[in-house]
């Protein structure tokens, strides 16, 4: 069987019409090169610090990847066969080969899915793949990738540098040492890598490891995380560590709303008591979730990072899937969720704060136009982070650009982010943004909506300058 030609279109996502896409293209051809600033993501700090041959090309496009193996589960694939590792240690595929071809089989199903456009991206303009997987040439295509990725060329650090990557934030918990963070920067490499501070195991109630990990917080610390002010004098340490052993810039809280309280320090201190203690209702743990946040925006006030909330994933919502293979495994879904009255309480205290700068996402689009708009049109501490996880796709983005557009701006945006595990697919995701945000501003300038040049200023913002700016990059 003759292999399809794989050969990404040069006007992919730019618009239909001709005298539009003309002036998209000149758009895009603006920004295309510039340097990525990736300023909210999971990729793996280890790869930059030991900078090791990355491994096999399952290993590294399949296995970790729940944006593929969650539609290959849809069609009825089982996740051991993918070589997703079990939590109890039972059986899983573990010859890469094997799970290599089991995605050959299925590659269709991600036809029109963002997922497709991204690997297209990664075969192609990273791998120099001219032939489009399939069941009939996957084992030739497997060893040709894995070929590439012995070469040195194809090391993490050389990667970073070939991606055009300015600044790249990871993404860790409050317990981590960090160590390499410290590898990296005393390393002599080049590469800015910095972390994040993502605190949700210690002041989330509901969190898995919550029970555990507060207790660690202490003894990390040395300070007294039975009294509230012993609590929150610890979290404070770790900002610190994570600034000064991290670099970090940035925290993230991935509550499951957007609720916030304003309690008196008397009222805080007597519902942590009953949170360490296990005594919380559902209730208690919700306002003290809350809670947590309004404390994060005043260490913020104090420290200079940049908060991040992403609040409204219902995560492991397949007990069948989350009780054998864990957490990030493709059963996750988007939730209702309000802004306006849950972020009050906060933004009462902090909203008009010029020194704090808060990025609220949502999975719920309904909110764009009706709730997240308008409080970033208005309060000076708030911003809006870019289409997220299910609508981190090209129709997402054009749907995001013309919701939020009209009341806040370009300016009240922070540009785009990846907020990707896998490290392949950052040029290719920074690079379908660009275009969606080309052909949205070519569109308001053949609408004689917005004047040309005023395009190529907002163009070369929405892909560098808002990111850079917001996060402190």
Not at 73 to 89: F, K, M, N, T, W
Not at 122 to 151: C, M, P, V, W
Not at 205 to 226: C, K, M, N, S, Y
Not at 388 to 396: A, I
Request: aromatic share 10%; with cysteine.
């Amino acid at each position: 069987m003759t292999p399809a030609p794989l050969a990404p279109h040069p006007d992919r996502l730019l618009p239909a019409d001709p005298e539009t896409r003309g002036i998209a293209r000149e758009l895009y051809a603006s920004v295309a090169d510039l340097p990525i600033i990736s300023p909210h993501g999971h990729t793996d700090p280890s790869w930059f610090a030991e900078d090791a041959p990355f491994p096999d090309p399952a290993t590294l496009f399949i296995i970790p990847d729940h944006y593929i193996f969650r539609m290959l589960y849809s069609q009825g694939v089982p996740l051991e066969d993918l070589g997703v590792p079990r939590i109890d240690g039972g059986w899983t595929e573990t010859d890469t080969r094997k799970i290599w071809r089991r995605f050959a089989e299925n590659v269709h199903l991600l036809r029109g899915t963002p997922s497709r456009m991204w690997l297209d991206y990664a075969f192609h303009d990273i791998l120099g793949l001219t032939e489009r997987l399939s069941a009939y040439n996957a084992d030739r295509l497997y060893d040709q990738i894995d070929a590439q990725l012995k070469r040195p060329e194809f090391r993490p650090r050389a990667l970073f540098e070939r991606f055009r990557i300015e600044a790249l934030a990871t993404t860790e918990n409050p317990l981590d040492d960090l160590r390499h963070h410290r590898a990296i920067r005393s390393s002599g490499w080049g590469g800015k890598v910095v972390t994040a501070f993502r605190p949700d195991n210690v002041t989330d109630p509901d969190h898995a490891r919550f029970r555990q990990d507060v207790p660690e917080l202490g003894r990390i610390t040395g300070h007294d995380v039975g009294s509230w002010d012993g609590y929150l004098a610890a979290l404070r340490d770790r900002r610190r560590y994570f600034i000064e052993h991290g670099g970090a810039t940035s925290t993230d809280h991935g509550h499951p709303t957007a609720h916030t309280e304003n309690l008196s320090q008397a009222d805080a201190a007597a519902l942590y008591g009953r949170v360490v203690a296990g005594q919380a209702s559902a209730d208690e743990a919700e306002r003290f979730r809350g809670q947590m946040l309004t404390e994060m925006a005043r260490m913020s006030l104090d420290d200079g990072l940049v908060m991040q909330i992403h609040p409204g994933a219902l995560r492991g919502q397949n007990p069948a899937v989350s009780g054998t293979f864990g957490e990030a495994k493709g059963d996750d879904w988007p939730s209702r969720t309000d802004y306006v009255r849950a972020l009050k309480p906060m933004l009462d205290v902090f909203g008009n704060e010029r020194d704090l700068t808060i990025i609220l996402f949502t999975l719920d689009e309904s909110t764009y136009a009706r709730e997240i708009a308008p409080l970033a049109g208005h309060y000076p501490a708030l911003k809006i982070g870019p289409a997220w996880w299910f609508h981190d796709s090209p129709e997402g983005m054009r749907r995001f650009r013309e919701q939020v557009t009209e009341t806040a701006g370009f300016y009240n945006t922070v540009g785009f982010n990846d907020d990707t595990r896998a490290f392949f697919s950052i040029p290719a995701r920074h690079d379908l943004s660009r275009r969606i945000d080309c052909g949205f501003l070519a569109r308001l300038v053949a609408e004689h909506r917005l004047d040309r040049d005023e395009a190529f200023e907002v163009a070369r913002a929405l892909a560098y300058d808002l990111a850079k700016a917001a996060y402190k990059l």
